[in-house]
């Protein structure tokens, strides 16, 4: 799997979509990372933060795709408000159980995931996203 990922600050899902063909480029504050599927690790996340089972997300629509196709090309979506406010609230030592607990899982998987990038991933995203909230914007993630 090579992906191209970045997680980006827009204020709603129109600008959001906007990065749809190009990426977030210099628009938008953002994190770039590589070679996980991202759309199932927030569901994840959510999970290990709030609780809450996988197929529960899935049926509610989360992720939420704000432009694109999850099948063909590049895709925008959106972080779900329980994850942000999840990952806002969450202190240092939650995230690092929360990359532990993602990085296990997808061993279980047969995906590696190196412990310290997972840590890297999860704490860069909650700051991302306590950034955002405090300018009033949302946090969306670009895959291409």
Not at 35 to 60: H, K, Q, T, Y
């Amino acid at each position: 799997m090579s992906r191209i990922i970045e997680f980006f600050v827009a204020p709603d899902d129109v600008s959001a979509g906007s990065a749809l063909q190009t990426g977030p480029g210099r628009a938008f504050e953002s994190l770039s990372f590589g070679n996980f599927d991202p759309e199932e690790a927030v569901v994840e996340w959510e999970c290990l933060l709030a609780g809450g089972s996988f197929e529960e997300l899935i049926e509610a629509g989360e992720p939420r795709i704000v432009a694109g196709q999850d099948n063909a090309g590049c895709v925008v979506f959106a972080i779900s408000p329980g994850l942000s406010a999840a990952l806002a609230d969450a202190g240092g030592s939650k995230l690092r159980e929360v990359a532990a607990g993602w990085a296990a899982q997808r061993a279980e998987e047969g995906e590696v995931i190196d412990s310290e990038m997972a840590d890297a991933i999860v704490g860069d995203l909650a700051a991302l996203v306590t950034s955002a909230q405090r300018h009033g914007q949302g946090v969306y993630c670009w895959v291409a």
